[in-house]
């Protein structure tokens, strides 16, 4: 099963408000499963209001992360991601980091990341027949809903081997 972790709620059905973090976190993965992390909520099917992620470094190995919700079906708005966000994997993975949030399922508004964001997949094989990626976004690595009234400020680096890197 996918592993969900988030530094206030794994899954947010209802309202977070407010909120900022301030802790170091580091993160490593088996590749076995998927494993989301984000400084906020991991998935979001609610509404995060106004939060702030201030903590100064997230690194994982084999961990997607995001710095306000890794997964988000409602509405994200008026968040600020400060925290430098990293991730590396060796493993047959696709790394995905976005400053906001990793999958955009539902609105983005008025968000902003200042966060350094980093993915890299060291991989030296492709496995046989399949392609391997990188994702990672200032504001979103993968959208499929709305992003309005957002910026990036930070920067946005991807890397891979033997991967297609989408970086924005």
Request: net charge negative.
């Given at each position: 099963?996918?592993?969900?972790?988030g530094l206030?709620?794994?899954?947010?059905n209802?309202?977070v408000?407010?909120?900022?973090?301030?802790?170091?976190?580091?993160?490593?993965?088996?590749?076995?499963t998927?494993?989301?992390?984000?400084?906020?909520?991991?998935?979001?099917?609610?509404?995060?209001?106004?939060?702030?992620?201030n903590?100064?470094?997230?690194e994982?190995?084999?961990?997607?992360?995001?710095?306000?919700?890794?997964i988000?079906?409602?509405t994200?708005?008026?968040?600020?991601?400060?925290?430098?966000?990293?991730?590396?994997?060796?493993?047959?993975?696709?790394?995905?980091?976005?400053?906001?949030?990793?999958?955009?399922?539902?609105?983005?508004?008025g968000?902003s990341?200042?966060?350094e964001?980093?993915?890299?997949?060291?991989?030296e094989?492709?496995?046989?027949g399949?392609s391997m990626?990188?994702?990672?976004?200032?504001i979103?690595?993968?959208?499929?809903?709305?992003?309005?009234?957002?910026?990036n400020?930070g920067?946005?680096?991807?890397?891979?081997k033997?991967?297609?890197?989408?970086?924005?």
């Open positions: 099963e996918d592993v969900h972790v206030f709620v794994a899954k947010n209802g309202v408000k407010g909120c900022s973090t301030n802790a170091k976190v580091e993160l490593s993965n088996s590749g076995a998927n494993v989301y992390y984000s400084n906020i909520a991991c998935v979001n099917d609610g509404t995060i209001d106004s939060c702030i992620s903590i100064g470094e997230i994982t190995d084999t961990v997607d992360i995001a710095g306000i919700a890794c988000n079906n409602g994200i708005q008026n968040c600020e991601n400060y925290s430098s966000l990293s991730q590396t994997s060796a493993k047959e993975w696709h790394p995905n980091v976005g400053g906001i949030s990793c999958s955009n399922n539902g609105t983005i508004t968000s990341n200042h966060g964001l980093y993915a890299e997949s060291t991989l094989t492709a496995p046989a399949s990626y990188v994702f990672i976004g200032g979103c690595c993968n959208n499929y809903k709305e992003i309005l009234s957002c910026e400020t920067d946005v680096t991807g890397k891979g033997v991967s297609l890197v989408y970086a924005a």
